[in-house]
């Protein structure tokens, strides 16, 4: 690409915040997204221990952004009668699911995309993992004969993770209240939500609010509830419009450098990555560097 070229592409981005420009560049990103994701089933990489989860991860950004995308398109709900079909957009859904897509980027920095020492970043691993299966412990008994077998299986793998854990030189940083909820509950973060996104890559003042907004329709607070009853659902209402067209720029955003933050580690993923076009690797950079 010429410098005329990647000059055109900046100004198509720059304008693109409005619906109908932004729905098919988040589709493009998406796309590309996956494409470089799909590299580990080519490739049947050696991951050290944990680093499967990557991908779990990064498929659910991608899918719950899909989902996101496919809302912000309007939908069909018939409210007050039978022939009144009005298009909406389900803005409540759509803060929740960015909600989770925040966090699903956050915990690939925290146990993936960091600068710390593989030891300390198996030691997270290892707090996170114990947490999981305490958790599925409180599902209670199950009659599913293959389900219960697993479950037993888990417990004695806590007890082996426990001992583990106890082994490592990061042990003896953990603080009283961290030690008591490791035994009880687990331990899956060894910080809070909001200080994950502080020290994140992502710029604290474009997320930082939206995030605890967002968090206050998947927890439905009150704020949740008075701008739901004050708003509107339907597609044409400027509100609406305006919150979408900043929910979707931000997801845009967050698949962008979780894609570079991907393909940085891993030279699989990059080889995979210079297949895409170079425009798209154009528009995908000036996203991340945004």
């Known amino acids: ?7 055109k592409i900046l100004i198509n981005e720059a304008n693109s915040l409005n619906l109908t420009s932004l729905i098919p560049s988040l589709e493009n990103i998406l ?35 899909r989902s996101v ?16 079909r009005p298009i909406i957009i389900d803005r409540s859904s759509i803060y929740i699911l960015t909600r989770s897509i925040i966090e ?14 593989r030891e300390e970043q198996i030691f997270r691993y290892n707090l996170c993992r114990i947490s999981g299966f305490m958790a599925r412990q409180d599902f209670g ?19 082996e993770l426990k001992a583990t854990i106890k082994k490592s030189p990061f042990y003896s940083d953990l603080k009283e ?24 890559v992502l710029k604290t003042d474009l997320f930082d609010k939206i995030y605890k907004l967002y968090s206050n329709y998947a927890h439905s607070e009150f704020i949740a509830m008075i701008q739901l009853n004050e708003g ?21 955003i967050i698949n962008c450098v979780s894609l570079m933050s991907f393909i940085e580690k891993h030279e699989f993923a990059k080889n995979k990555y ?9 528009i995908i950079e000036f996203w991340n560097k945004f």
């Open 104 to 117: 699903s980027f956050l915990t690939l920095e925290y146990l993936y995309f960091n600068n710390l020492s």
């Open 232 to 252: 509107k659902v339907s597609k044409s209402d400027s509100f609406n419009i305006e919150t979408t067209i900043t929910t979707l720029n931000n997801i845009r």
């Open 177 to 200: 209240q961290q030690l008591w909820k490791l035994d009880k509950y687990g331990l899956p973060r060894l910080m809070s939500w909001s200080v994950l996104l502080k020290q994140s």
């Open 69 to 84: 995308l496919e809302l912000s398109k309007g939908i069909e709900f018939g409210i007050l009668k039978m022939d009144d």
């Open 274 to 282: 210079i297949e895409i076009d170079e425009s798209s690797r154009f």
């Open 141 to 159: 008994k199950t009659k599913n004969e293959k389900f219960f077998t697993k479950m037993e299986s888990e417990k004695a793998e806590i007890e």
């Open 1 to 7: 690409m010429n410098e005329e070229e990647k000059i």
């Open 31 to 65: 796309q590309a997204n996956a494409f470089v994701v799909q590299s580990l089933y080519d490739t049947k990489p050696k991951l050290d221990t944990g680093e499967v989860y990557q991908e779990t991860l990064l498929i659910k950004i991608i899918l719950a952004s």
